[in-house]
């Protein structure tokens, strides 16, 4: 019986080797496959990372970019502004020059043909001295109105109606021309 217990401890040693080596190949096989689907995982994993983090990326140099031409914009209009606030101030500074008698005396004139017929003209209380003879030599009454401050006011006949013509306002009604007219010389 040693024989045949040798011959079939043989064959279940040779069966066991063999279900080892299947199950060997098996666990090589899953672990292989494991680790193509672990790498294909973390491949995809990057992939999505590299693009949310180029998404973000974007994101943010459009919102810095955002920023920047916001504060570009507000400088601009700072810049514009403060170009209105010098033309004003340099409009007032006319009033005391020596010249401005003749400039006055231009703003009524085309007050007076635009409106025709007038009555009176009103001007500052410190410009009635500078528009005297032309009012006298129009046949207009010469008044004063604090409020006028660089320019002139006609008063049609009867009064019911006025064509006022000041520098300042001038430059109002003209000011979104001038401005953009302003920011071109400055910016290009």
Do not use: C
């Amino acid at each position: 019986m040693s024989k045949l217990e040798d011959i079939l401890q043989s064959e279940v040693a040779a069966e066991i080797s063999a279900i080892a080596a299947e199950a060997e190949a098996k666990v090589q096989s899953i672990l292989s496959q494991a680790a193509q689907q672990a790498e294909a995982l973390k491949a995809s994993k990057e992939r999505q990372l590299e693009a949310e983090h180029a998404a973000a990326l974007r994101r943010a140099e459009s919102a810095a970019e955002l920023l920047v031409n916001q504060a570009r914009i507000a400088a601009k209009g700072r810049v514009v502004d403060q170009v209105k606030a010098e033309a004003l101030q340099a409009l007032q500074n006319l009033t005391t020059q020596p010249g401005f008698a003749d400039t006055l005396q231009k703003l009524a004139e085309e007050a007076l043909a635009e409106l025709g017929q007038a009555e009176a003209v009103v001007v500052n209380p410190a410009h009635t001295t500078l528009l005297a003879d032309w009012a006298k030599a129009k046949g207009l009454e010469l008044k004063a109105d604090p409020t006028i401050r660089d320019g002139v006011r006609l008063v049609a006949q009867g009064g019911r109606s006025y064509v006022q013509n000041a520098l300042t306002e001038r430059l109002e009604r003209a000011w979104d021309a001038l401005s953009a007219r302003a920011a071109k010389a400055i910016w290009g």
